[in-house]
Antibody, heavy 118, light 110 residues
Framework: QMQLVESGGGVVQPGRSLRLSCAASGFSFSSYGMHWIRQAPGKGLEWLAVIWRDGSNMLYGDSVKGRFTISRDNSKNTLHLQMNNLRVEDTAVYYC???????????WGQGTLVTVSS | QSALTQPASVSGSPGQSITISCTGT?????????VSWYQQHPGQVPKVMISEVTNRPSGVSNRFSGSKSGNTASLTISGLQAEDEADYYCGSYTTSSTWVFGGGTRLTVL
């Protein structure tokens, strides 16, 4: 059974950093690209970042480019999101999502809540 | 990377059909047939209902269908049921090899 479990969320002050992790199991992690997608409370979905299956390339959404870094450790089946210089508007549930056969997002974790507040 | 444009809300009575539009640009919706639709009930993870504009994943009711014309994609739900009440999001792959979502549409079944 494929599973994605996010961790690392919590309450953090503006300007500080936080690192999210996503533990993958039940599939060949190194065979798939991985994404981070977030959803602010009561708001819509926002795509943040993708990393190629071998970690050779990463792409970001405009709102997080230069502040967030996506990375992966295929030896540990783990995806990360390093979030620096956090802002109040970064408050959201952060989802780890696996690539599908095409471009849709079929496989989601349950999410981890990040609250940026002073 | 501007969000795709969806109506904030739509409503319909049981048994009726509704259509939700998703308008983008020639760099996203209009560029490829890589538009997908997601259903999200409160407190749940989004579920893909349509992929590649028209494809319905296994297990999704055939009451859900998708289409596209130019830079606008559409999701149609026929034979509305109470369980269809949810938020719906469109998403598109872009010419920058990134993804973009719509702002979401709240469907109310009257």
């Amino acid at each position: 059974q494929m599973q994605l479990v996010e961790s690392g969320g919590g309450v953090v002050q503006p300007g500080r950093s936080l690192r999210l992790s996503c533990a993958a199991s039940g599939f060949s992690f190194s065979s798939y690209g991985m994404h981070w997608i977030r959803q602010a409370p009561g708001k819509g979905l926002e795509w943040l970042a993708v990393i190629w299956r071998d970690g050779s390339n990463m792409l970001y959404g405009d709102s997080v480019k230069g502040r967030f870094t996506i990375s992966r450790d295929n030896s540990k089946n783990t995806l990360h999101l390093q979030m620096n210089n956090l802002r109040v508007e970064d408050t959201a549930v952060y989802y780890c999502v696996r690539d599908s056969q095409s471009t849709e997002f079929k496989h989601w974790g349950q999410g981890t809540l990040v609250t940026v507040s002073s | 990377q501007s969000a795709l444009t969806q109506p904030a809300s739509v409503s319909g009575s049981p048994g009726q059909s509704i259509t939700i539009s998703c308008t983008g640009t020639s760099s996203d919706v209009g560029a490829y047939n890589y538009v997908s639709w997601y259903q999200q009930h409160p407190g749940q993870v989004p579920k893909v209902m349509i992929s590649e504009v028209t494809n319905r994943p296994s297990g999704v009711s055939n009451r859900f269908s998708g289409s596209k014309s130019g830079n606008t994609a559409s999701l149609t739900i026929s034979g509305l049921q109470a369980e269809d009440e949810a938020d719906y999001y469109c998403g598109s792959y872009t010419t920058s090899s990134t993804w973009v979502f719509g702002g979401g549409t709240r469907l109310t079944v009257l």
